[in-house]
Protein backbone atom coordinates (compact mmCIF):
# COMPACT_ATOMS: atom_id res chain seq x y z
CA UNK A 1 0.00 0.00 0.00
CA UNK A 2 1.48 3.38 -0.98
CA UNK A 3 -0.37 5.28 1.68
CA UNK A 4 1.62 6.79 4.79
CA UNK A 5 -1.01 9.11 5.96
CA UNK A 6 -4.00 7.92 7.56
CA UNK A 7 -7.64 9.10 9.39
CA UNK A 8 -8.33 7.48 12.37
CA UNK A 9 -11.67 5.72 12.65
CA UNK A 10 -13.54 3.39 15.22
CA UNK A 11 -13.13 -0.15 14.52
CA UNK A 12 -16.05 -2.56 14.65
CA UNK A 13 -15.33 -3.35 18.27
CA UNK A 14 -13.41 -1.47 21.37
CA UNK A 15 -10.49 -3.17 21.32
CA UNK A 16 -9.98 -2.04 17.48
CA UNK A 17 -9.25 0.87 14.88
CA UNK A 18 -9.06 1.44 11.14
CA UNK A 19 -7.20 3.33 9.15
CA UNK A 20 -8.46 5.35 6.09
CA UNK A 21 -5.94 5.75 3.91
CA UNK A 22 -5.67 9.43 2.46
CA UNK A 23 -4.81 8.61 -1.01
CA UNK A 24 -6.61 5.14 -1.41
CA UNK A 25 -9.63 5.78 0.69
CA UNK A 26 -8.36 1.91 1.50
CA UNK A 27 -9.51 1.23 5.22
CA UNK A 28 -6.79 -0.81 7.59
CA UNK A 29 -8.60 -2.48 10.67
CA UNK A 30 -5.62 -2.92 13.46
CA UNK A 31 -5.45 -3.99 17.15
CA UNK A 32 -5.31 -1.49 19.86
CA UNK A 33 -2.74 -3.77 21.34
CA UNK A 34 0.42 -5.44 20.29
CA UNK A 35 2.56 -2.30 18.64
CA UNK A 36 5.80 -0.65 18.79
CA UNK A 37 4.08 2.59 18.46
CA UNK A 38 0.89 4.28 20.96
CA UNK A 39 -1.99 3.22 18.79
CA UNK A 40 -4.17 3.04 21.77
CA UNK A 41 -3.79 6.59 22.43
CA UNK A 42 -4.99 7.06 18.71
CA UNK A 43 -8.66 8.78 18.93
CA UNK A 44 -11.09 8.69 15.87
CA UNK A 45 -10.25 12.03 13.36
CA UNK A 46 -6.89 11.80 13.70
CA UNK A 47 -4.95 12.40 10.63
CA UNK A 48 -1.50 10.22 10.74
CA UNK A 49 1.65 9.54 9.57
CA UNK A 50 2.44 5.73 10.43
CA UNK A 51 4.63 2.91 9.31
CA UNK A 52 2.84 0.04 8.90
CA UNK A 53 4.12 -3.80 8.96
CA UNK A 54 2.44 -5.49 6.69
CA UNK A 55 5.06 -9.00 7.29
CA UNK A 56 3.06 -10.84 9.75
CA UNK A 57 -0.37 -12.15 10.54
CA UNK A 58 -1.83 -9.43 11.15
CA UNK A 59 -0.75 -5.40 9.84
CA UNK A 60 1.00 -3.78 12.76
CA UNK A 61 2.15 -0.09 13.38
CA UNK A 62 5.71 0.39 13.86
CA UNK A 63 5.68 4.35 14.23
CA UNK A 64 3.76 7.07 14.42
CA UNK A 65 3.34 10.67 14.22
CA UNK A 66 0.05 12.84 14.38
CA UNK A 67 -0.30 15.24 12.03
CA UNK A 68 -3.15 16.89 12.93
CA UNK A 69 -5.09 16.21 16.27
CA UNK A 70 -9.24 16.33 14.34
CA UNK A 71 -11.71 14.54 16.83
CA UNK A 72 -14.33 12.60 14.79
CA UNK A 73 -17.68 12.14 16.91
CA UNK A 74 -20.34 9.57 16.06
CA UNK A 75 -23.56 10.31 17.96
CA UNK A 76 -26.60 7.91 17.59
CA UNK A 77 -29.92 8.47 18.55
CA UNK A 78 -29.57 12.31 18.97
CA UNK A 79 -32.45 14.29 20.14
CA UNK A 80 -33.40 17.08 19.79
CA UNK A 81 -31.81 18.03 16.29
CA UNK A 82 -30.60 21.26 15.93
CA UNK A 83 -33.20 23.81 13.75
CA UNK A 84 -30.34 24.62 10.78
CA UNK A 85 -30.12 20.71 10.45
CA UNK A 86 -33.73 20.63 10.43
CA UNK A 87 -33.97 23.48 7.95
CA UNK A 88 -31.33 22.00 5.84
CA UNK A 89 -33.62 18.84 5.46
CA UNK A 90 -36.85 20.39 4.79
CA UNK A 91 -34.96 22.34 1.77
CA UNK A 92 -33.53 19.29 0.65
CA UNK A 93 -36.72 17.02 0.00
CA UNK A 94 -38.55 20.23 -1.68
CA UNK A 95 -35.77 20.84 -3.74
CA UNK A 96 -35.81 16.87 -4.53
CA UNK A 97 -32.19 16.74 -3.32
CA UNK A 98 -30.14 13.96 -1.47
CA UNK A 99 -28.03 16.65 0.53
CA UNK A 100 -28.42 19.83 1.99
CA UNK A 101 -25.18 22.05 3.40
CA UNK A 102 -24.76 25.79 4.82
CA UNK A 103 -22.34 27.57 6.59
CA UNK A 104 -23.25 28.45 10.80
CA UNK A 105 -21.65 31.84 12.20
CA UNK A 106 -21.98 32.62 16.07
CA UNK A 107 -23.61 35.70 17.44
CA UNK A 108 -21.66 38.10 16.31
CA UNK A 109 -21.73 36.63 12.75
CA UNK A 110 -18.44 35.19 12.22
CA UNK A 111 -18.21 31.79 10.40
CA UNK A 112 -17.72 28.82 13.15
CA UNK A 113 -18.94 25.94 11.04
CA UNK A 114 -20.52 23.90 8.47
CA UNK A 115 -23.81 21.87 8.66
CA UNK A 116 -24.45 18.78 6.16
CA UNK A 117 -27.32 16.82 5.79
CA UNK A 118 -27.76 13.43 3.65
CA UNK A 119 -30.35 11.46 2.90
CA UNK A 120 -30.47 8.16 4.71
CA UNK A 121 -32.81 5.58 2.55
CA UNK A 122 -30.28 3.40 0.96
CA UNK A 123 -29.69 -0.02 1.85
CA UNK A 124 -27.10 0.28 3.84
CA UNK A 125 -26.87 3.08 6.78
CA UNK A 126 -25.03 6.20 6.02
CA UNK A 127 -24.02 6.47 9.61
CA UNK A 128 -22.27 3.32 9.67
CA UNK A 129 -20.81 4.13 6.26
CA UNK A 130 -19.70 7.50 7.57
CA UNK A 131 -18.28 5.64 10.73
CA UNK A 132 -16.58 2.88 8.74
CA UNK A 133 -15.13 5.05 6.22
CA UNK A 134 -16.84 3.64 3.27
CA UNK A 135 -18.14 7.24 3.07
CA UNK A 136 -15.06 9.20 3.55
CA UNK A 137 -15.66 12.32 5.37
CA UNK A 138 -12.55 13.86 3.75
CA UNK A 139 -13.81 15.77 1.15
CA UNK A 140 -16.36 17.40 3.92
CA UNK A 141 -13.10 18.21 5.77
CA UNK A 142 -10.62 19.01 2.74
CA UNK A 143 -13.51 21.95 1.69
CA UNK A 144 -13.17 23.50 5.31
CA UNK A 145 -9.46 23.20 5.09
CA UNK A 146 -9.32 24.71 1.34
CA UNK A 147 -11.92 27.64 2.76
CA UNK A 148 -9.72 28.70 5.59
CA UNK A 149 -7.66 31.45 5.28
CA UNK A 150 -5.71 30.01 8.55
CA UNK A 151 -5.16 26.79 6.41
CA UNK A 152 -5.56 23.02 7.42
CA UNK A 153 -6.10 23.12 11.38
CA UNK A 154 -7.77 20.69 14.00
CA UNK A 155 -11.38 20.27 13.73
CA UNK A 156 -14.43 18.73 15.46
CA UNK A 157 -16.89 17.02 13.39
CA UNK A 158 -19.90 15.54 14.44
CA UNK A 159 -21.43 12.42 12.58
CA UNK A 160 -25.19 12.70 13.97
CA UNK A 161 -28.45 10.16 13.68
CA UNK A 162 -31.61 11.62 14.87
CA UNK A 163 -33.38 9.64 17.06
CA UNK A 164 -36.83 10.30 15.75
CA UNK A 165 -36.44 9.21 11.95
CA UNK A 166 -33.95 7.12 9.96
CA UNK A 167 -34.42 9.57 6.74
CA UNK A 168 -31.20 11.62 7.01
CA UNK A 169 -27.78 11.81 9.26
CA UNK A 170 -26.07 15.22 9.98
CA UNK A 171 -22.55 16.29 9.56
CA UNK A 172 -21.30 18.98 11.53
CA UNK A 173 -17.91 20.54 11.39
CA UNK A 174 -16.78 22.68 13.87
CA UNK A 175 -13.98 24.99 13.11
CA UNK A 176 -12.29 25.33 16.03
CA UNK A 177 -11.97 22.54 18.15
CA UNK A 178 -12.53 23.07 22.03
CA UNK A 179 -14.26 26.17 20.71
CA UNK A 180 -17.81 27.51 22.10
CA UNK A 181 -19.53 25.28 19.09
CA UNK A 182 -17.94 22.63 18.97
CA UNK A 183 -18.58 22.32 23.39
CA UNK A 184 -22.23 23.27 22.52
CA UNK A 185 -22.89 20.40 20.51
CA UNK A 186 -21.31 17.72 23.52
CA UNK A 187 -22.82 19.92 26.41
CA UNK A 188 -26.37 19.38 23.86
CA UNK A 189 -25.37 15.01 23.48
CA UNK A 190 -23.93 14.65 26.72
CA UNK A 191 -20.54 13.97 24.99
CA UNK A 192 -17.61 14.81 26.73
CA UNK A 193 -14.15 15.37 25.17
CA UNK A 194 -12.57 12.46 25.33
CA UNK A 195 -8.81 12.54 26.78
CA UNK A 196 -5.77 12.80 24.37
CA UNK A 197 -2.33 11.68 26.02
CA UNK A 198 -0.60 12.09 22.02
CA UNK A 199 -1.64 15.87 22.25
Request: with cysteine.
Amino acid sequence: MDDDQYRVLPGPDTDSLRLLGRESYEPVRISRAGHDAPVADLRPGYLVDADIDWSGDAPTVDSLSVRRPTLYTYLPDIEPVFEVARDLWQEAQTAGEGMGSCVTRNTDGVVNGAVYVFADSGPTSRFEEFRDGSRPLEPLVDRINDRDDDGPAPREVFVCQPAETSDFVVVTIALEKGGLFADTIRDTYDSPMPDEPLV
